[in-house]
């Protein structure tokens, strides 16, 4: 970059470019604040029956395209489509493209008998990723079209767990449809990535991450940043890498704890949720996620000693980059404006005497979607209000002058994810 001296004859003008600038009048600056308005629960499994909710996703919203128009040039656009996906213990997976609809708006199929969906990941409307406690895989590109939608389960993961049985998998996260990750539960945490979503089950390898690590959680910010957790946390910007590629960047907290739930919303926000021996409900968060332990800062959710009907916090989504939804194993859902820094709202009851002791939630810019292990779904709009501010500068010198102003437990359960 070069610079010049102001002549003579340019420095009046200058002059009164300074001075007309700070004489304009006062103007306004907005920002937005979120909240949500939960709407409506809608029980889509009989907990009497064993029936129940493990998982839930819900894809970004999107415009699609179909036909052509008169003049047969370009494709004629419809109203953003959505997308949410719930599984559960049986195999089943619960399909809807109005998830604020009751009941009836949900669609069940059985893609994966006798094994419990433990994950699901939807990085568009045209593609879902599901894993569950088995080791086994399975996609859909048409995730609406019913069970014929969905492709058979193959194993990807054979670990087994130390007393006997397969470890399983316990989280997903898929952040392109050329991209998805996911975890296991085996004693030495295992990530098993792709390239090739949609193809079959050597399409996906394997890397151990750390001896004596359990893994419950993962996401994905990017296709080059991805995060897991458990009872320590990595992550790597190179997820296809392989083992050499993940970098430990800390724990929940100082003391005991599982990272229950991650998510990321984009490349300057990611945040996990658990809980532990330091309390019920732990944060942590990073506007720079890939800068390791350092650049996580740590929180707590709801009140210590946990109030009366709370559980432990065990999911969470970010539907904006300043505005996360916490949800506890009771379906208390907390709120955040500040999620790096902290300072969560108090619980909010999602239903009436709850007897849950799984939560889970997903959410994107415009709606929320919670599910427990009751059987029930309950649905929540993402509310935006913009708050204007305004800002008055005056000055009598020809000097320009600016003002700043500031504003001022639990034991943790083993198969837990």
């Known amino acids: 970059m070069s610079s010049k001296l102001i002549g003579p004859t340019r420095a009046l003008p200058l002059l009164a470019v300074l001075v007309a600038c700070m004489s304009l009048p006062a103007f306004a600056s907005a920002a937005t604040s979120y909240s949500m308005k939960w709407t409506r629960s809608a029980l889509l499994e009989n907990p009497s029956k064993g029936g129940a909710l493990l998982s839930v996703a819900c894809a970004p919203t999107g415009t699609t395209t179909t036909g052509t128009t008169t003049t047969g040039t370009k494709p004629t656009s419809k109203s953003k489509a959505l997308l949410c996906v719930a599984g559960d213990p049986k195999g089943n997976v619960w399909v809807t493209a109005h998830p604020s609809r009751p009941a009836k708006g949900w669609r069940r199929g059985t893609i994966d008998a006798g094994n419990a969906i433990t994950s699901i990941a939807c990085p568009s409307t045209s593609m879902c990723v599901a894993v569950d406690a088995s080791g086994h895989v399975m996609h859909a590109t048409k995730p609406l079209s019913g069970v014929k939608g969905w492709s058979k389960p193959v194993r990807v ?26 975890v296991d539960n085996a004693a030495n945490g295992q990530v098993a990535y792709t390239t090739d979503p949609t193809g079959p089950a050597s399409a996906w390898t394997l890397a151990t991450v750390a001896n004596g690590v359990t893994l419950v959680s993962a996401a994905c910010a990017s296709a080059t940043l991805c995060v897991i ?3 320590e946390r990595f992550y790597s910007i190179d997820p296809t890498g392989g083992t050499s590629a993940w970098k430990a960047a800390g724990s929940l907290s100082g003391s005991v704890a599982v990272m229950a739930a991650l998510t990321c919303n984009g490349l300057k926000l990611c945040i996990g949720v658990g809980y532990g021996n330091a309390g019920a409900g732990l944060a942590s968060a990073s506007s720079s996620p890939a800068l390791g332990a350092s650049a996580w800062i740590g929180s707590a959710i709801g009140s210590d000693p946990p109030e009366q009907g709370a559980g432990l916090v065990d999911g969470v989504s970010c539907p904006e980059r300043n505005f996360c939804v916490a949800v506890d ?17 108090v619980a909010k009851p999602l239903k009436k005497a709850s007897q ?34 305004t800002k008055t500068t005056t000055t009598t010198t020809t000097k320009p002058t600016t003002t700043k102003t500031t504003s001022t437990k639990t034991p943790i359960p083993s198969g837990t994810g």
């Open 329 to 345: 194993s009771a379906s208390n859902a907390y709120t955040s404006s500040t999620p790096v820094r902290g300072g969560w709202s």
């Open 229 to 231: 957790g458990g009872s």
């Open 356 to 389: 849950a002791t799984i939560s889970q939630i997903a959410c994107n810019t415009k709606l929320c979607v919670e599910v427990d292990n009751r059987g029930t779904v309950t649905y929540g709009v993402v509310k935006a209000a913009s708050s204007t501010s």
């Open 157 to 182: 993961d054979t670990a087994m767990q130390p007393g006997g049985g397969y470890a399983g998998f316990s989280a997903v996260a898929c952040p392109t449809t050329k991209l998805c990750i996911a």
